[in-house]
């Protein structure tokens, strides 16, 4: 079993920055796929950005792509979202998770998710 527990949430104005942290229990393996993602309210969740463990490949979605950057700390087993320029349309309850594949096992684990306010 995977714990993900999320840091670095808050109240922030539009512009302002904020950075998430999201740690993970336990061994990663290569094949995990680790993001995060958000919901906002009345909204459906939806991804943000993700992280391939094993190569540290990035994926964006539109919305954030070149104010958003997720990075990793493999030592720590430790991913992290930079967040800038942000807008109140940013505000959301931002959820980390990690895909897993094990052979054709899947599974996916969520943490409890941070809040993210963005003030106009």
């Known amino acids: 079993q995977v714990q993900l527990v999320e840091s670095g949430g808050g109240l922030v104005q539009a512009g302002g920055s904020l950075r998430l942290s999201c740690a993970a229990s336990?061994?990663?393996?290569?094949?995990?796929?680790m993001g995060w993602y958000r919901q906002a309210p009345g909204k459906e969740r939806e991804m943000v950005a993700t992280?391939?463990?094993?190569?540290?490949?990035?994926n964006y979605a539109d919305s954030v792509q070149g104010r958003f950057t997720i990075s990793r700390e493999v030592i720590k087993n430790t991913v992290y979202l930079q967040m800038n320029s942000l807008t109140p349309e940013d505000t959301a309850i931002y959820y980390c998770?990690?895909?897993?594949?094990?052979?054709?096992?899947?599974?996916?684990?969520w943490g409890q998710g941070t809040q993210v306010t963005v003030s106009s």
């Open positions: 998770k990690i895909d897993r594949r094990i052979g054709p096992q899947r599974s996916a684990y």
């Open positions: 992280l391939t463990w094993s190569d540290g490949g990035t």
């Open positions: 336990g061994r990663t393996f290569s094949t995990d796929v």
